[in-house]
């Protein structure tokens, strides 16, 4: 097991709004825990969207490690501020707070944030790879068309009351009214011009919670998975829930699977990308993957 005992300084950045103050919550016990792996933990509190990449930017030198403590959007932050960094950057970890947790996941991390308070006291670290787009970076998932629709149609409520079945709901709703656009996708694995629904390319395995279409993704393998979706069909949804999309055989019944570092995207109209939940920039963009791009600590996977 890759271990770094050097790892001393840890600094939380915590949105204490995430889950409903499901971290906020537990704090005690989970600082408790921190403190027993750490001999410095210094937490710092996010009141507004961005301020905690101004917090990695102001501690980014004193410390050893930076956690993201909250959901997705939080985590999304605070990783693409520590990978931003050029030179001697920090090494990132997460307590999950929110309801999916994706990346956490990926990393093997507990859901019990007070349990992955423990396996961050481990110091197992891992080079895991990030995508990037244009100037931005993304730790989890890119994507334009049905999946944009998807998370901007998911009610708060609903999300909070029922997780990961919100997205299949959503998905639904996405699917009676999506709006198909043209897209140019040039790599050297993939060549395509045409209709489509949907264009996911992805670092991590989870989506939502679960693992609806990669399942085997491999973060170290300095490639993302690309997902094209021509034209969506009763027969599609039912793949995506019985995670059967990496089954290669079923290609070419709406959907084409494949795997590549770099990735050119134009479409027509523009298309807003959903970027690890963030929706921020439009199309084009060239979409890559960087390997091994970050240290970050892990919980109880073999990768």
């Given at each position: 097991?890759?271990?770094?005992?050097?790892?001393?300084?840890?600094?939380?950045?915590?949105?204490?709004?995430?889950?409903?103050?499901?971290?906020?919550?537990?704090?005690?016990?989970?600082?408790?825990?921190?403190?027993?792996?750490?001999?410095?933990?210094?937490?710092?509190?996010?009141?507004?969207?961005?301020?905690?990449?101004?917090?990695?930017?102001?501690?980014?030198?004193?410390?050893?490690?930076?956690?993201?403590?909250?959901?997705?959007?939080?985590?999304?932050?605070?990783?693409?501020?520590?990978?931003?960094?050029?030179?001697?950057?920090?090494?990132?970890?997460?307590?999950?707070?929110?309801?999916?947790?994706?990346?956490?996941?990926?990393?093997?991390?507990?859901?019990?944030?007070?349990?992955?308070?423990?396996?961050?006291?481990?110091?197992?670290?891992?080079?895991?790879?990030?995508?990037?787009?244009?100037?931005?970076?993304?730790?989890?998932?890119?994507?334009?068309?049905?999946?944009?629709h998807v998370s901007e149609s998911i009610d708060p409520?609903?999300?909070?009351?029922?997780g990961r079945l919100s997205y299949y709901l959503s998905?639904?709703?996405?699917?009676?009214?999506?709006?198909?656009?043209?897209?140019?996708?040039?790599?050297?694995?993939?060549?395509?011009?045409?209709?489509?629904?949907?264009?996911?390319?992805?670092?991590?395995?989870?989506?939502?919670?679960?693992?609806?279409?990669?399942?085997?993704?491999?973060?170290q393998d300095g490639k993302l998975d690309c997902l094209?979706?021509?034209?969506?069909?009763?027969?599609?949804?039912?793949?995506?829930?019985?995670?059967?999309?990496?089954?290669?055989?079923?290609?070419?019944?709406?959907?084409?699977?494949?795997?590549?570092?770099?990735?050119?995207?134009?479409?027509?109209?523009?298309?807003?990308?959903?970027?690890?939940?963030?929706?921020?920039?439009?199309?084009?963009?060239?979409?890559?993957?960087?390997?091994?791009?970050?240290?970050?600590?892990?919980?109880?996977?073999?990768?």
């Amino acid at each position: 097991m890759n271990t770094n005992p050097q790892l001393k300084r840890a600094s939380v950045i915590l949105n204490p709004s995430a889950g409903q103050g499901r971290v906020l919550n537990q704090w005690n016990a989970i600082l408790t825990e921190l403190r027993n792996g750490f001999e410095d933990v210094q937490v710092f509190e996010t009141t507004a969207p961005g301020e905690g990449a101004t917090f990695v930017e102001r501690l980014h030198q004193d410390t050893d490690l930076i956690i993201a403590a909250g959901g997705d959007g939080t985590v999304h932050e605070i990783a693409e501020a520590v990978s931003s960094i050029k030179k001697n950057p920090p090494a990132f970890g997460i307590l999950p707070g929110g309801t999916c947790n994706d990346f956490s996941r990926a990393l093997g991390m507990e859901q019990n944030p007070v349990k992955a308070a423990a396996q961050l006291n481990r110091k197992k670290i891992r080079q895991i790879d990030i995508g990037a787009f244009n100037d931005n970076f993304f730790t989890n998932f890119w994507g334009i068309g049905m999946i944009t629709h998807v998370s901007e149609s998911i009610d708060p409520d609903t999300k909070e009351r029922f997780g990961r079945l919100s997205y299949y709901l959503s998905a639904a709703k996405s699917f009676q009214t999506w709006e198909p656009f043209r897209i140019t996708i040039e790599s050297k694995e993939f060549q395509y011009e045409g209709q489509a629904a949907m264009f996911l390319a992805v670092n991590g395995p989870f989506t939502g919670g679960i693992r609806p279409f990669f399942p085997d993704t491999d973060i170290q393998d300095g490639k993302l998975d690309c997902l094209l979706i021509e034209e969506p069909s009763i027969s599609f949804i039912w793949d995506v829930l019985q995670n059967r999309l990496s089954d290669t055989s079923r290609e070419g019944q709406g959907y084409q699977y494949f795997q590549s570092s770099e990735i050119h995207i134009k479409t027509a109209p523009q298309q807003l990308i959903d970027c690890d939940g963030e929706r921020e920039h439009k199309t084009p963009a060239i979409v890559r993957s960087l390997q091994k791009h970050l240290t970050a600590l892990i919980g109880d996977v073999s990768f």
